[in-house]
């Protein structure tokens, strides 16, 4: 079943979201085939595929090219694409196209910004446009520098009544949902009981009404996984052990087979 923005905003299946991240097109479908509701084409582009250390350097263009490959791969999973540092928050109107172009050329059913206070308008104004926005509070990795790193966040009563202030607010400026990164659980089941619509947690306990995880940690094919992720599969030991049979095929001389050529007759008898 195809699953919409309307779905996700008014959730009433008994059973959690799931959602998670794909960047191209194979793994978007496999991610489909699987039945996960919300299929995330995060920045973690930048670190899980790209090389980058970080999210920063994650343009446009690559979040385009990455947002279509996987609306080619996914039939009913909702596709979101996530919006790259300085794409929104500097000037409103240029915002509003890079928004927009993920919906109109990339394929995208919704975006998602990391959110803050300079978020709520732009939210508003977005979802008035006809581009859902899904929110993200608690840690927002673009962010790292001015937080000092990727520790937890909204750990002291101050930071987490602001977290909720925020988490409310986004709400009433129409977000369909709103992830919560790297919270307490105590903190992430408070805004998943205040808000109507849906909260899907990383690192934020069980109470969030849907979880989402980066798709390289869940199939094991991280350098560097984050201390809340889990890990469920072992795909970066099965590449190398296919990749190592493959140079010893080649090197023996077992690949190619003469299963795997053809030979031309008459080729040079002219
Ligand atoms: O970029 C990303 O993958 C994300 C998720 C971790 C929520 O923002």
């Not at 977290?163 to 408070?190: C, D, K, M």
């Not at 109470?207 to 350098?223: A, R, T």
Request: a negative charge; charged letters at 20%; hydrophobic letters at 40%.
């Amino acid at each position: 079943m195809v699953v919409r923005v309307t779905d996700i905003r008014e959730w009433d299946a008994d059973r959690p979201i799931t959602m998670l991240t794909a960047y191209d097109t194979p793994t978007a479908r496999i991610v489909d085939e699987a039945g996960i509701d919300m299929i995330l084409v995060g920045d973690s582009v930048g670190n899980t595929m790209l090389g980058y250390e970080n999210t920063l350097p994650v343009t446009i263009e690559q979040m385009m090219s990455h947002t279509s490959a996987v609306a080619r791969g996914a039939e009913n999973a909702l596709v979101i694409a996530d919006m790259p540092f300085l794409s929104y928050g500097a000037s409103r109107a240029d915002a509003i196209e890079h928004c927009g172009r993920m919906l109109k050329e990339a394929n995208a059913a919704a975006i998602k910004l990391e959110s803050g206070p300079h978020t709520v308008e732009l939210t508003e104004e977005l979802t008035n446009l006809g581009i859902p926005v899904q929110a993200h509070l608690g840690l927002t990795p673009q962010h790292e520098h001015q937080l000092g790193g990727l520790a937890r966040q909204g750990t002291r009563t101050s930071a987490a009544e602001q977290i909720i202030e925020l988490s409310s607010a986004h709400e009433t400026a129409g977000a369909f949902s709103l992830v919560l990164e790297h919270v307490p659980a105590n903190l992430a089941e408070r805004i998943t009981n205040e808000l109507e619509i849906p909260t899907i947690g990383i690192g934020a306990g069980t109470h969030c009404d849907g979880q989402v995880l980066v798709v390289n940690d869940v199939i094991g094919l991280s350098e560097r996984a984050a201390p809340f992720s889990a890990q469920f599969g072992e795909v970066g030991a099965e590449m190398r052990r296919a990749i190592d049979r493959y140079r010893d095929a080649v090197v023996q001389g077992e690949y190619p087979g003469e299963e795997h050529s053809h030979v031309e007759p008459d080729l040079f008898e002219s």
